[in-house]
């Protein structure tokens, strides 16, 4: 009989982790505390409309892949890649940038203010495309055994590369480009990853490379929980159980080891080896009450930006405007270094719109339409009440229906919104941080927190605040550091 594994959390990463375990002979139970898989990948539905409750796309399609691959399984998706990518609006013009793949579009939409636009991305991505591919394997496909072996691979990542770890993703693209447009475009990816381009280091100018580039954005017919459903479909026709309801509040150890976790209701979940799908820094401070990771550790750490989220269902149809689409100010530089800190007032504020009812026609009554918002906003240790939340909504969706000259107001006939609270108490998020610890020299590679724990040998962590990072594509490369762990110590069962 195969070894029992006890996944705690169903997020990507979990269900991934899950997958890969179960096609080795593992058998595999995971509990969850909300009441349907997918943690921050979910879904809403309200009143007739659907929205994908967080991510909206994803990028590095071959990590998606190689999962398929490797457990030798077939997803009943179809995938649709994007072009233009997304759009981006200025407040004050009427024009919005489509950014697009094409890079030979890309220059025509920026010819008016970035002469020689296409000499300089070309040199841009060339240097990020380098980089990506000299730290690919030997840092974000790689688990370290400790935090000298990660500086030695680090040692390994060609000397001329060194700068880009000691200036931030700002200077990066002042390089290169002149345009406060275009610098502002060039720096979104780490803005809307919850931090500002001027702390966040300039290697994650890979980011535009494996958007612009190598892979690019895209979408799944019929919205992204399609994902998630097919993968659990897959699970539970392999055996797979998954409880939910069920909230992890406590721990048992026997002999030295983890022998259990204990629920709300006091039920013990036993099993083999344990795998946590939870922020790994939170749950060491929460369950396990590890003095590393202490309420004033865990506050001095660096956290990416809470979400400020809207659901809107609409009793029309919406043509100006794209499928992705950011709308942002004139003062990007003072705003993003001041509002994940609170410093700043929402009244001016930078957000993104997605139409899921764009692209998949069912999300929304026929005529209707879907329309979700994410506005960045401070973490809880900044601003913990959130009463405001209807001013801000309506302010945020004023500032869009001026932008786009028709009124969201009076055609809305669902609305939700969520706070920082409301995420915090979803999905057990620190602080309501969105995308779990933030990326900064300290907080990358094995200064994370590791996905082996420190303390019990059969007990492993998987998702965005472990290694490698945030985002879908590191949550199923999590998964295949984690599988690494699991085989090294116990090996395949079949």
């Given at each position: 009989m195969g070894k029992n594994v006890l996944i705690v959390g169903t997020g990507l990463g979990g269900i991934a982790t899950a997958l890969r375990l179960v096609k080795r002979g593992y058998k595999i139970h995971m509990v969850e505390k909300h009441n349907q898989a997918g943690g921050r990948m979910n879904e809403l539905k309200v009143d007739g409309f659907r929205f994908d409750l967080g991510p909206t796309f994803f990028s590095m399609s071959y990590e998606f892949d190689e999962l398929i691959k490797d457990c030798n399984i077939k997803l009943p998706l179809t995938l649709k890649e994007l072009e233009p990518l997304y759009a981006v609006n200025f407040t004050g013009s009427e024009k919005s940038y489509y950014i697009y793949k094409d890079l030979n579009k890309l220059a025509e939409e920026f010819h008016n203010i970035e002469p020689g636009f296409k000499k300089s991305i070309d040199k841009y991505l060339a240097s990020a495309g380098n980089?990506?591919?000299?730290?690919?394997?030997?840092?974000?496909?790689s688990n370290s055994k400790s935090v000298t072996d990660f500086l030695l691979n680090l040692t390994k990542v060609p000397v001329k590369f060194a700068p880009k770890l000691f200036y931030n993703m700002w200077d990066e693209v002042c390089k290169y480009f002149n345009s406060y447009e275009v610098r502002t475009i060039m720096s979104l990816v780490a803005f809307f990853l919850g931090s500002s381009p001027f702390n966040t280091m300039s290697v994650y100018s890979i980011l535009n490379y494996t958007k612009l580039v190598h892979d690019g954005y895209h979408n799944v017919e019929g919205g992204m929980y399609r994902i998630i459903e097919s993968l659990v479909k897959i699970l539970e026709t392999e055996g797979v159980r998954i409880s939910y309801d069920t909230e992890i509040i406590d721990y048992k150890t026997k002999n030295n080891k983890l022998s259990g976790f204990v629920d709300q209701n006091g039920n013990v979940w036993e099993s083999d080896i344990y795998v946590i799908n939870a922020d790994a820094a939170l749950f060491r401070n929460k369950i396990f009450k590890r003095n590393k990771y202490n309420d004033r550790k865990l506050s001095g750490m660096k956290w990416s930006m809470a979400p400020f989220t809207i659901y809107l269902g609409l009793n029309t149809k919406i043509t100006d405007i794209y499928f992705h689409h950011y709308f942002l100010g004139n003062n990007f530089k003072e705003y993003s270094r001041k509002v994940f800190k609170n410093a700043i007032s929402l009244d001016k504020p930078y957000y993104y719109v997605n139409l899921l009812s764009h692209l998949n026609k069912d999300s929304a009554p026929e005529g209707c339409e879907s329309l979700f918002i994410l506005c960045p906003v401070?973490?809880?240790?900044?601003?913990?009440h959130w009463d405001d939340k209807e001013e801000i909504a309506d302010n945020i969706i004023s500032d869009l229906s001026r932008r786009i000259n028709y009124d969201i107001k009076s055609k809305t006939v669902a609305r939700v919104i969520f706070t920082p609270v409301n995420w915090q108490n979803m999905f057990n998020l620190y602080m309501g941080s969105g995308l779990g610890l933030g990326h900064n020299f300290r907080q990358i590679g094995a200064f994370?927190?590791?996905?082996?724990?420190?303390?019990?040998?059969?007990?492993?962590?998987?998702?965005?605040?472990?290694?490698?990072g945030t985002g879908l594509p590191m949550a199923i490369i999590s998964s295949k550091l984690v599988l690494e762990r699991i085989i090294s110590k116990y090996g395949p069962l079949s």
């Amino acid at each position: 009989m195969g070894k029992n594994v006890l996944i705690v959390g169903t997020g990507l990463g979990g269900i991934a982790t899950a997958l890969r375990l179960v096609k080795r002979g593992y058998k595999i139970h995971m509990v969850e505390k909300h009441n349907q898989a997918g943690g921050r990948m979910n879904e809403l539905k309200v009143d007739g409309f659907r929205f994908d409750l967080g991510p909206t796309f994803f990028s590095m399609s071959y990590e998606f892949d190689e999962l398929i691959k490797d457990c030798n399984i077939k997803l009943p998706l179809t995938l649709k890649e994007l072009e233009p990518l997304y759009a981006v609006n200025f407040t004050g013009s009427e024009k919005s940038y489509y950014i697009y793949k094409d890079l030979n579009k890309l220059a025509e939409e920026f010819h008016n203010i970035e002469p020689g636009f296409k000499k300089s991305i070309d040199k841009y991505l060339a240097s990020a495309g380098n980089f990506y591919k000299s730290i690919n394997e030997i840092i974000i496909h790689s688990n370290s055994k400790s935090v000298t072996d990660f500086l030695l691979n680090l040692t390994k990542v060609p000397v001329k590369f060194a700068p880009k770890l000691f200036y931030n993703m700002w200077d990066e693209v002042c390089k290169y480009f002149n345009s406060y447009e275009v610098r502002t475009i060039m720096s979104l990816v780490a803005f809307f990853l919850g931090s500002s381009p001027f702390n966040t280091m300039s290697v994650y100018s890979i980011l535009n490379y494996t958007k612009l580039v190598h892979d690019g954005y895209h979408n799944v017919e019929g919205g992204m929980y399609r994902i998630i459903e097919s993968l659990v479909k897959i699970l539970e026709t392999e055996g797979v159980r998954i409880s939910y309801d069920t909230e992890i509040i406590d721990y048992k150890t026997k002999n030295n080891k983890l022998s259990g976790f204990v629920d709300q209701n006091g039920n013990v979940w036993e099993s083999d080896i344990y795998v946590i799908n939870a922020d790994a820094a939170l749950f060491r401070n929460k369950i396990f009450k590890r003095n590393k990771y202490n309420d004033r550790k865990l506050s001095g750490m660096k956290w990416s930006m809470a979400p400020f989220t809207i659901y809107l269902g609409l009793n029309t149809k919406i043509t100006d405007i794209y499928f992705h689409h950011y709308f942002l100010g004139n003062n990007f530089k003072e705003y993003s270094r001041k509002v994940f800190k609170n410093a700043i007032s929402l009244d001016k504020p930078y957000y993104y719109v997605n139409l899921l009812s764009h692209l998949n026609k069912d999300s929304a009554p026929e005529g209707c339409e879907s329309l979700f918002i994410l506005c960045p906003v401070a973490d809880l240790r900044f601003k913990p009440h959130w009463d405001d939340k209807e001013e801000i909504a309506d302010n945020i969706i004023s500032d869009l229906s001026r932008r786009i000259n028709y009124d969201i107001k009076s055609k809305t006939v669902a609305r939700v919104i969520f706070t920082p609270v409301n995420w915090q108490n979803m999905f057990n998020l620190y602080m309501g941080s969105g995308l779990g610890l933030g990326h900064n020299f300290r907080q990358i590679g094995a200064f994370r927190p590791g996905n082996y724990d420190e303390v019990y040998d059969n007990t492993f962590y998987v998702g965005s605040s472990t290694v490698p990072g945030t985002g879908l594509p590191m949550a199923i490369i999590s998964s295949k550091l984690v599988l690494e762990r699991i085989i090294s110590k116990y090996g395949p069962l079949s």
